[in-house]
């Protein structure tokens, strides 16, 4: 029974083991054909994509090709268009080509016959004046120059009204023309004037740093001024401290400084020459782009760095209170405007007039005027020649050689002598009047002499009896060549020559 058991358990196990494979075959093949359906139908929507695609392609490119027809077909018309103007052209340029060829041999015909009717007038002329030469026994120049002497003579009072007439009216002339072009040139550029002074100011936020930055015994003021080269003022106004010095860049690498010092808190002697270098580091950084500033200002490009640093340090730099560095921006401006009205070279105004006192820059590091210094420099870094010659006279050291320079000249001038502009120190002030005055009574028959307008404008009274109208003439033109070789002065001065004549009678 046992052994039916085991035989019955064995065909079971083996019919199970059988209907097992056949299951998994089934759905082994039902899981295949669900794949391959899906596969098939992937490869179907692909092809559908693809068409769609292509068929999409194709109407593109048929509207591309129709697009490209129809801008092809308006550019073949454009220049169908052109080339008739141009046809049409061409035969204007013949027909005015045949006129003025027509018209210059009428030109040259006339020109031909006006030189032999000159030539007959000038033999007509020569002819004449033989006869008139043996009439009145004297050669031309001799008729000359006695009729000269007796129109001097008989008419001094008429030619003497008549010279200052014409002087008065060529003067009028030109002043209006100057008048023009000055107002036009002062209207477009207009830039504020500030009289740069020698001190600076250091607002503090409290009253109790004073005494850090005096520190103990006065160790830290002392340490910071002997490093600085700048006087430190103490207790001139609450709340803040004074900075002295004669020299800009100092003054503002001492503010700078003492700034950063007040932020850090710590005012100690090691604290001071760390600021004080990072102050002198930062007034650098500045000085070049001052210097690059100036120079995109103006559109001078083309210039070296070494000169550009050193139009940067003219910034620190001042002249009668004026900022050197914007004195010569505006010198530029004003002589490239100059220059445009007159038709000369613009570049060479504007550069040379940027340039004429870049040796203020150095002047009191080496001996020597600026003017002498500037000329160098510009030589050593290769500054065209034109440039040189157009800054080199703007004090009338040198001659005035182009257009330019006369340009530059007036453009200092014109700075100079704004409102505002500069500032003299008393001293300097009274010692300007007085050579005034002197230089005008060392003439002869001068009576005396006053400088008014602030030293602007000369008054000379004369005795009527020594100097005559056309003396007074002479005087003031050779006392205003006498100041401009004598004195310096910013500006012009307005010499007036004055005579009067009083007649007295009493009536018994």
Do not use: C, W
């Amino acid at each position: 029974m046992t052994g039916n058991t085991i035989i019955v358990g064995l065909v079971l196990s083996a019919v199970g083991f059988f209907l097992g494979y056949l299951i998994r075959q089934q759905i082994a093949k039902s899981q295949s054909n669900s794949i391959e359906a899906k596969l098939t139908l992937k490869i179907q929507q692909s092809k559908d994509e693809a068409k769609e695609i292509i068929l999409d392609a194709k109407d593109k490119s048929v509207r591309l090709l129709e697009e490209i027809k129809v801008e092809e077909k308006k550019r073949k018309e454009l220049l169908d268009k052109n080339e008739e103007r141009i046809l049409h052209r061409e035969e204007l340029m013949d027909k005015r080509h045949t006129e003025l060829d027509s018209r210059s041999k009428d030109l040259e015909a006339a020109v031909e016959k006006v030189k032999a009717f000159k030539l007959d007038l000038d033999k007509m002329r020569q002819s004449e004046n033989e006869s008139l030469e043996k009439i009145a026994h004297l050669s031309q120049d001799e008729a000359k120059e006695e009729l000269l002497k007796r129109i001097e003579s008989n008419s001094k009072e008429d030619l003497t009204q008549s010279l200052k007439k014409l002087e008065g009216v060529r003067r009028a002339e030109l002043e209006k023309k100057a008048q023009e072009i000055m107002s036009s040139v002062m209207q477009r550029y207009a830039r504020s004037n500030i009289s740069e002074m020698t001190t600076s100011t250091v607002v503090l936020p409290s009253e109790d740093l004073k005494g850090k930055i005096i520190g103990r015994e006065g160790r830290n003021i002392r340490h910071f001024e002997k490093l600085t080269g700048v006087e430190v003022i103490i207790d001139e106004a609450p709340e803040a401290i004074s900075l002295s010095s004669f020299d800009p860049v100092r003054r503002e690498i001492a503010k700078l400084a003492l700034e950063k010092l007040i932020v850090d808190g710590r005012i100690q002697p090691a604290r001071i020459e760390d600021k004080i270098l990072e102050a002198q580091k930062e007034i650098k950084e500045r000085t070049e782009k001052a210097g690059e500033e100036a120079v995109y200002e103006i559109g001078a490009l083309n210039l070296p760095p070494e000169i550009v640093y050193l139009l940067g340090r003219l910034a620190y730099r001042t002249s009668y209170g004026q900022n050197v560095l914007l004195h010569s921006i505006e010198v530029a401006t004003f002589s490239r405007m100059l220059a445009a009205e007159l038709g000369a070279n613009v570049d060479i105004a504007k550069t040379a007039g940027l340039l004429h006192d870049i040796g203020k820059a150095v002047d009191h590091e080496i001996e020597g005027a600026h003017l002498e210094l500037g000329i160098k420099i510009l030589q050593k870094y290769n500054i065209r020649p034109e440039i040189i010659k157009g800054m080199q006279s703007h004090h009338e050291d040198f001659p005035t050689e182009t257009i330019e320079a006369a340009i530059v000249n007036t453009a200092d001038a014109l700075s100079a002598a704004r409102p505002g502009a500069r500032r003299e120190t008393l001293e300097k002030y009274i010692k300007r009047l007085t050579d005034l005055e002197r230089i005008a009574t060392s003439f002869e028959g001068v009576e005396k002499a006053y400088a008014i307008q602030a030293g602007r404008e000369l008054r000379i009274f004369v005795f009527p009896d020594k100097i005559d109208d056309l003396g007074a003439m002479k005087l003031a033109r050779d006392t205003a060549n006498k100041i401009e070789a004598e004195v310096n002065y910013p500006g012009e001065i307005k010499v007036m020559v004055i005579r009067e004549t009083r007649v007295i009678e009493f009536a018994k």
